[in-house]
C-alpha cells in the first residue's frame, strides 16, 4: 500500500506549470470521451451532505466540467476553478447554459482563499494533483461549520477479464508496462489509501464511502479516444502509440464486432468539516 501511496503523492509533486497544462493534449478527447457520475450516485451525495437549494459550491479542478454539470443542472450556485486552459474553454462551452455557475481559470494553490464561504468543496478526479498539506487544508478554511468535502473518483473504465486477455496480447508486444487488469479488491484497496490521506488530513470527520458501478458500450474509436485521456498514455512514445492503437483497433474490430462493453466503478468520499 506504501507504492500506492507514493504513487498518489507523485502527481501532486509535479511542478505547478506541468499539473496546470498535463492534460492539454488530450483535453478534447476527455471532453469527449470520459463517463459522467451517475445520477443515483449525485443523489446520495447530495443526500449525504446535506446540500440544499441554497447552497454554494466550489468546485477544485472542474475539467471540461465532468461533475460540475450534475450539480449546475440543479440550480447549485458554483465557483469552479481550473488551472488548464484547454479544459477552461471546454467548461466555459458546457456550462454556457447555467448562468449559476462561474468558472475561473486558476489552480486551487493560487485562488485566493475566501474563508468559510461554501457549504462543500467538490473534486472530481482532480484532488490527487493537490499536494495533501495544502489542500486540504485550504479546503477545510473554504467551508463554512459543518460543510463537506466531496471527493469524487471514477476508476477506468474496463472490458471484461476475457475481453482484456484477448488485448494483453497487444500490450505485451507494444507497450507491456500498460498491461493491467484491476480486480474488485485492486480497486477497493485504491478507494481505500483514498479515504486514508483524508482521515490523516486531520480536517475531517464523519467520513462517508459510497460507490456505484455502470456499465457503458464504446465503439473502438470512443475507446481509443478514451485510452488517449489516461495519463500512461500521454506520456507513450507517439511511434509506440501509434502501433499499439492501430493492432487494438483491428482486434477490436475483428473480435468485438467493432465495440465494447465496458465497466467502471464511480465512488465517493465524503468528509465532514472539523
Known amino acids: 500500500m506504501e507504492n500506492l501511496k507514493q504513487t498518489i503523492a507523485s502527481f501532486a509533486k509535479k511542478d505547478l506549470e506541468v499539473r496546470k497544462n498535463w492534460y492539454s493534449p488530450a483535453a478534447e478527447a476527455y471532453n469527449k470521451a470520459r463517463p459522467r457520475y451517475p445520477q443515483d450516485f449525485i443523489e446520495q451525495v447530495i443526500q449525504i451532505s446535506q446540500l440544499t437549494k441554497d ?15 450534475s450539480f ?17 474553454e471546454l467548461a466555459q462551452q458546457n456550462c454556457l447554459s447555467y448562468p ?3 468558472i475561473q481559470n486558476t489552480s486551487f494553490e493560487e485562488w485566493s482563499l475566501q474563508s468559510e464561504q461554501f457549504d462543500a468543496v467538490l473534486a472530481a478526479s482532480s484532488f490527487h494533483w493537490i499536494p495533501a498539506e495544502v489542500g486540504y487544508p485550504k479546503a477545510a478554511s473554504a467551508l463554512k461549520a459543518n460543510g463537506h468535502l466531496l471527493l469524487f473518483w471514477n476508476k477506468e473504465l474496463q472490458p471484461s477479464y476475457e475481453v482484456y486477455q484477448s488485448l494483453s496480447a497487444v500490450y505485451q508486444k507494444h507497450a507491456p508496462s500498460l498491461d493491467r487488469y484491476e480486480d474488485w479488491e485492486a480497486q477497493q484497496k485504491v478507494f481505500q489509501e483514498f479515504g486514508n490521506i483524508l482521515i490523516d488530513s486531520g480536517k475531517f470527520q464523519d467520513i462517508q464511502f459510497g460507490q ?34 492501430s493492432e487494438l483497433s483491428q482486434r477490436i474490430n475483428n473480435e468485438f464486432g467493432g465495440s465494447l462493453q465496458l465497466s467502471y466503478i464511480s465512488a465517493f468520499h465524503i468528509g465532514r468539516k472539523i
Open 55 to 69: 447552497s454554494r459550491i466550489l468546485e477544485v479542478g472542474c475539467g471540461p466540467g465532468t461533475a460540475t454539470i
Open 72 to 88: 449546475a443542472q440543479l440550480g447549485y450556485s458554483m465557483l469552479c476553478l481550473e488551472p488548464n486552459p484547454d479544459f477552461y
Open 100 to 102: 449559476n455557475v462561474e
Open 212 to 245: 456505484v458501478k455502470s456499465e457503458v458500450v464504446y465503439s473502438t474509436d470512443e475507446y481509443l479516444t478514451l485510452l488517449n485521456t489516461y495519463s500512461p498514455y500521454l506520456k507513450l512514445e507517439p511511434d509506440i502509440k501509434k502501433a499499439l492503437f
